[in-house]
């Protein structure tokens, strides 16, 4: 039977170690027997990357969390602070919602850093995920990948209007392998914040890129994943620099010995907006 896939988006107040913040969320479906299910973006990104994949997983009678981490847009920004941009605050806040929604039992979609917070999340004692996939992301980053994705996180360039701005995602997100225009102008519609002199910016927060400044060497969690006790699933592009292949089979080899799909023509990061990416993640959610 077909479910409700209706979605409302709401703010939710979390504390941080300066006072308070709200962050921005979407929610599809109604809560139900079958665990909540909680989407993760990436460093730059939002939660409404989501909205192909939890509209579909709403219908099938899922409760989806798409939350958008403080620092991106809609969110609340801390640009005081920019030292509060870091994981702890990140899955604190993602633990007040899903504490205020009740949510015992969770299924996690964390892409890129939103992977990397759900095994950090999963590896802990008495974790409430059930099941984690993990979208092109690996316990183990190149630097040189991390200094990629910094270079582009710092940027603040400004954008004349829609369609200039259409062009640039369409050119700095290309790895994801979108290729219908109506999830193009998706991505674009909430991809950027309006300034002032009416002028488009990035949504997120550029100094979301401090704490990469820091890292001088390639970042290593395999004590993390192989903390990981829930079943897993490793989605990985086939051109990705974050995820190499070697990485990705020795994830199959060790810890939860994740399941691995790779996408032909795809980099870093699978948009999860195609159809058989939604059902591949579906199908293992399934309860």
Request: charge should be negative; glycine fraction near 8%.
């Amino acid at each position: 039977m077909t479910k409700s896939n209706t979605m409302q988006t709401s703010f939710f107040t979390c504390t941080d170690p300066f006072g308070t913040h709200r962050i921005a969320y979407t929610e599809w479906g109604q809560a139900s027997d079958a665990p909540t299910i909680l989407c993760a973006h990436g460093l730059t990104r939002n939660g409404r990357d989501f909205d192909r994949i939890a509209e579909a997983l709403a219908r099938q009678g899922r409760h989806v969390l798409c939350p958008t981490m403080v620092g991106r847009n809609p969110s609340d920004f801390l640009s005081a602070h920019p030292e509060g941009y870091v994981y702890a605050q990140y899955i604190a806040d993602i633990t007040a919602l899903l504490a205020a929604k009740k949510a015992t039992t969770v299924d996690w979609i964390g892409t890129s850093m939103g992977g990397l917070i759900g095994m950090m999340v999963a590896a802990a004692p008495e974790s409430k995920i059930r099941r984690l996939v993990l979208n092109d992301i690996a316990p183990f980053i190149p630097m040189a990948a991390l200094q990629r994705i910094a270079a582009y996180a710092g940027l603040m360039a400004e954008f004349a209007d829609k369609a200039q701005a259409e062009r640039y995602i369409r050119q700095i997100y290309a790895p994801f392998g979108i290729t219908r225009d109506a999830d193009w102008a998706h991505m674009a519609d909430h991809a950027f914040r309006t300034l002032p002199n009416g002028k488009l910016v990035l949504g997120h927060d550029p100094l979301i890129a401090e704490a990469f400044k820091a890292v001088h060497e390639d970042v290593d969690l395999w004590p993390v994943y192989d903390a990981i006790k829930v079943p897993t699933l490793l989605l990985r592009g086939e051109n990705s620099d974050v995820l190499p292949a070697e990485t990705a089979v020795e994830m199959t080899q060790r810890g939860p010995k994740a399941r691995l799909i790779t996408y032909a023509g795809i980099g870093h990061a699978p948009a999860l907006m195609d159809e058989a990416q939604i059902a591949d993640v579906g199908g293992f959610l399934e309860v």
